[in-house]
């Protein structure tokens, strides 16, 4: 068994120092902890597996998180493949948290190929911040890694400053993930000149393994008779190190190991494309509704930040409701419901819109849907 250090994420030389360590396999594992965490109030395990060089706990947005024990093949694979697919080795600007596997990413990326990184001051992540550390790189080829809620910002940011599009346009790639990018979000910044590469994946796959709907070399994607997407690759986690019974995520078929995403997918033409979450699916009068489907027309419409969330209905089951950051009126929100019904049909219409000042998030940049479904239940 293997020791397991935690440490703060407020410490980065710390954790840079502990992470390298642990996937040279001269340390113990380590496991990146922040102040909001849960993992900072539920004990964790003295040791893990050999062969585990990081725990990450995930996001937890739908409810609780889990803690996910990756190998040091694991993650030095993803961030190969990751270098392989942008074109090579490059200097990272580091503006997520170090805690969630995106993050980590960026310093596994920087201590495999020996470029030193850049990393934002603490604090709220700023457009203002985000392009002082661009000019502050210094490496020919140049990346960075956000969510789409920084990548909004950032465009809304560079619309406005001729000098901000030129710095954005300077990134050789800007990869962004963590949760479905809005079109919209995704067509301004290509229009501004930003160089973003979508990317899919999870911390149970060490970070991103489909790049703009392609899958990394390495990567198997398959999609069972139920619709639900299962990855195979090198770069899996090796369980979880929790007390839960998650490990059924994990299956054995055809002799590999593959990853039960909990995702509805497609393949066209080897393209992926994701159609929605399994467990966000409500049924209301006998018929299954999408709530992110909902989410996607519904946000191409106000421009901005949409969640859906199910509430119980004594005579259809279940009825969707939306959450909007924004100011609404009467006739957004009869655009709002004029195209979900268009879309989706009529069991899709939202029962209520409530318009927020601001959407609830986690650290990670994802809505926190137990905060959104609290505000609804006001």
């Known amino acids: 068994m293997r020791r397991l250090l935690s440490v703060p994420s407020t410490d980065l030389a710390r954790v840079r120092a502990g992470l390298e360590d642990s996937l040279r396999g001269r340390g113990p594992a380590i496991i990146v902890v922040d102040e909001q965490s849960v993992v900072t109030r539920v004990p964790l395990p003295e040791h893990v597996s050999d062969n585990i060089a990081v725990v990450v706990e995930t996001s937890g947005s739908s409810g609780y998180p889990k803690r ?12 190969r493949a990751t270098h392989g697919r942008l074109g090579g080795p490059g200097q990272w600007l580091l503006a997520l948290p170090v805690n969630y596997v995106a993050g980590l990413q960026v310093l596994t990326r920087s201590i495999d190929s020996g470029i030193e990184h850049v990393s934002l001051p603490g604090g709220p992540f700023t457009p203002e911040a985000f392009c002082r550390g661009i000019a502050a790189m210094d490496y020919d080829r140049r990346y960075s890694s956000v969510v789409p809620y920084q990548l909004a910002r950032l465009c809304e940011f560079a619309e406005g400053s001729g000098s901000a599009r030129d710095i954005l346009g300077s990134l050789d790639a800007l990869l962004v993930g963590g949760q479905a990018t809005p079109v919209e979000v995704l067509d301004r910044a290509r229009r501004l000149g930003i160089s973003v590469v979508t990317t899919y994946g ?27 997407l299962l990855i195979s690759t090198h770069m899996l986690a090796s369980e979880y190190v929790s007390e839960l019974p998650e490990n059924d995520r994990f299956i054995e078929r055809d002799g590999r190991r593959w990853y039960r995403t909990g995702d509805t997918a497609e393949l066209r033409g080897g393209n992926l494309h994701v159609t929605g979450r399994a467990d966000r699916v409500l049924i209301s009068g006998g018929v299954k509704v999408s709530l992110e489907a909902i989410e996607s027309v519904a946000a191409a419409v106000v421009g901005g930040l949409v969640v859906a969330v199910a509430v119980s209905d004594e005579t259809w089951g279940s009825r969707p409701v939306l959450v909007v950051e924004g100011t609404g009126s009467q006739d957004l929100e009869s655009a709002i419901r004029a195209v979900v019904l268009e879309t989706s049909g009529r069991v899709a219409v939202p029962e209520r819109i409530v318009w927020v000042p601001s959407i609830p998030l986690l650290v990670s940049g994802k809505p926190n849907l137990v905060a959104v479904s609290a505000l609804v239940a006001q």
């Open 202 to 228: 999870s911390t149970e796959t060490a970070g991103g393994c489909v790049y703009d709907r392609i899958a990394l070399p390495g990567v198997s994607l398959e999609i069972d008779a139920s619709g639900e």
């Open 68 to 79: 996910v024990g990756l190998s040091a093949e694991a993650l030095l694979a993803s961030a």
